[in-house]
């Protein structure tokens, strides 16, 4: 069985453009969610999407969102970047089953870089 | 709050000896699932090891093994034999349904 894929694996953008990054899950899986990863901050969660809707969101600016296709592939988009936002991506794929069992399988990430 | 403390930023252990990574949670919820990562320099994050609330055993995957002690609430990470290619950052985490924290890490360098 496939893993989950992420796409590109590493971007390099500048100050104010915008970025989309995708993620494809694990075959089965519904449920997306979203990380960023920096040194200063560690992991901290952005977004999780189910079966297209947004179930629950971290506490990141309107600058980034998210979005689910119904073949559960899911993109993350930023825009107006700022040098702050560089940083590895994460998106984890699970059942979706919301309850304390649900796995999380993470896909390679991609590391941004804003100049 | 703090949800999941790891209190070692970094650990060193020799080649072919075990390490124990710590790991405390904090939660009122009685169902719950404790979950440890690796991850090598790469990035990708490496599921390890699952444990739920409810069981009454430890949860062991090959030279893995987790410490849970509930009263305690716990969830040391046991890795015994270790290998070079398991220097890398663990990471434990923990879901409370739908509700999913990590811990900070820490950073585990085998030597040879």
């Known amino acids: 069985k496939a893993g989950v894929t992420q796409t590109p694996r590493y971007l390099i953008k500048t100050r104010g453009q915008q970025v989309t990054l995708s993620c494809s899950p694990i075959?089965?899986?519904?449920?997306v969610s979203w990380y960023q990863q920096t040194p200063g901050q560690g992991l901290q969660f952005l977004f999780e999407?189910?079966?297209?809707?947004?179930?629950n969101k971290g506490n990141f600016p309107g600058r980034f969102s998210g979005r689910q296709f119904s073949n559960s592939r899911s993109e993350m988009n930023v825009s107006t970047l700022e040098l702050g936002d560089s940083a590895l991506y994460l998106c984890?794929?699970?059942?979706?089953?919301?309850?304390?069992?649900?796995?999380?399988?993470f896909g390679p990430g991609t590391r941004l870089t804003v100049l | 709050a703090q949800k999941i403390t790891q209190t070692q930023p970094g650990m060193f252990v020799q080649e072919k000896e075990a390490v124990t990574l710590d790991c405390t949670y904090d939660?009122?919820?009685?169902?719950?699932?404790l979950f440890w990562y690796k991850q090598p320099s790469s990035g990708e994050m490496i599921f390890l090891i699952y444990?739920?609330?409810?069981?009454?055993q430890n949860a062991t995957e090959g030279r893995y093994s987790l410490n849970f002690q509930k009263a305690r609430k716990s969830a040391n990470l046991v890795i015994s034999a270790s290998q070079l290619g398991d220097s890398a950052m663990y990471f434990c985490a923990m879901r409370e349904g739908d509700d999913m924290r990590f811990g900070a890490g820490t950073r585990l360098t085998v030597k040879p």
């Open positions: 939660t009122s919820d009685p169902s719950y699932g």
């Open positions: 984890a794929s699970s059942l979706g089953l919301a309850d304390s069992t649900d796995t999380q399988y």
């Open positions: 999407y189910f079966s297209e809707t947004q179930r």
């Open positions: 075959s089965g899986h519904r449920s």
């Open positions: 444990q739920g609330s409810y069981d009454q």
